[in-house]
């Protein structure tokens, strides 16, 4: 149904706006010589010999076989080197990547996160800062943003991803919506016809804290009074008490009859499951999600859909976006050089489209043309107005947590006056 989302608008990806951003392959610690390595501007060592074993630390274990391709194809063109994956589920890389990469005894080439976790490894020093290296030019200026802090740039976000509800758009065609609601009544009743046809309308894996807030970035894009909202909740500029958190907190009550049976305690493996068997007209995670949909055998088409929580008129965005998976080398790592070639490797567009296509993911590398036909089918929302992730703004994770833990808590019956100043407790705690 690819009238869905209707027509494209201009270039509109927010990626400079200022805003923060389990099997495992065990990989030993970086080994071999740096060689003659001279230093690039930034210090980084990106000249001498390519060699010895690059440890490459992430958390998408879906991705590994992909990666191993790219890996094989890497120690061709680098007979000296090699790349061994060290993965780690994302909750436990989200809570100890910091501990488990400083001083490169895992993660010559490491990945972060947007927002709290790539603030942590800048403050600690474990980043060899790419500023000055030929390989930031490969990137979408406008998407790396949340890679670089005070003008440096330590990373490079390599995923872009929508963290909006995935629709099974025949789902929706049997509901009779063939264009996306451009309100929040207008979103309720597309929840209402579903439910109609039979479908659970919205999966939300509320027992998955990884997951569970991906949906309040699209419940508060529209709803602030400013793109910054959560930095300033965190400041204490803005309260969770305030009335447009409140309004969000009793629109997360109006949702409760739409979301799955006993959806507080649903995890994400559970949720993609009723998706992907055709049960649920929307998946309350992200873009990131198609290829595990696909994976369990999905064959209906896909494309986003962001609730709108205000009137058309007042509705500032779409959805949203993020840039994350942030690629950086180890500022400790014996094999520097072998590292950053491993990551100008990845950087290059052919080498990012294969990425891109056998995991279902956006990249930010310029130039690079997707052949998965989902990719292609979300592929419009490049171009639309999106705002980037704003639950990522957050610096403190005892912070963001309570202020999502408000909509669990919602969803699970609390009143959304409770909710919010029991947040906002957690907040004043933290912050005295």
Known sequence: MSSLFGRRTALR?????????????????????????????????TSGAVEGTVSFAHWRAEDKAVLTDLIEAFAKKHPDAGVEQHISPSADYQSTGLRMIRGAKTGDLFTAFRGAQFDQIVKAGVYAPLTGTDVVGRYEAGLIA?????????????????????????ALDKAGHTSAPKDWDGFLQLLDDLKGKGFTPLAWPGGDSANAGQLLNTMVMNNAPSD????????????????????????????????????TGSSTDAVTQLFA??????????SFQMAGVRALGAEFPFDLLAPITTTADRAKYQGVFNTTFILGVNSASGVQPAAHAFLEFLSDPAHAGAYADGTGQHVTVEGVEYGNPDLKAVSPWITRKTLLAPRFQFLDLDIRTAVENAAV?????????????EAQRVIDQKRA
């Open 409 to 421: 808590a919602v969803v699970g019956g609390k009143k959304p006056d409770r909710a919010a100043e």
């Open 228 to 263: 910054d909202m959560f930095t300033k909740i965190e400041s204490g500029e803005y309260r969770a008490t305030d009335d447009w958190f409140l309004t969000t907190l009793d629109q997360y009550a109006q949702l409760v009859p739409y979301f799955q049976a006993r959806s």
């Open 277 to 286: 068997q055709g049960r649920a007209g929307l998946l309350a995670t992200g």
């Open 13 to 45: 990806l927010l990626g400079a706006a200022g805003l923060g951003l389990a099997a495992t392959a065990c990989a030993g610690p970086g080994s071999g010589s740096s060689g003659d390595a001279s230093a690039s501007p930034s210090g980084l060592a």
């Open 146 to 170: 949340p890679g670089a802090r005070d003008g440096v740039q330590y990373g490079l976000p390599y995923q872009l991803v929508f963290n909006m509800p995935l629709a099974n758009t025949d």
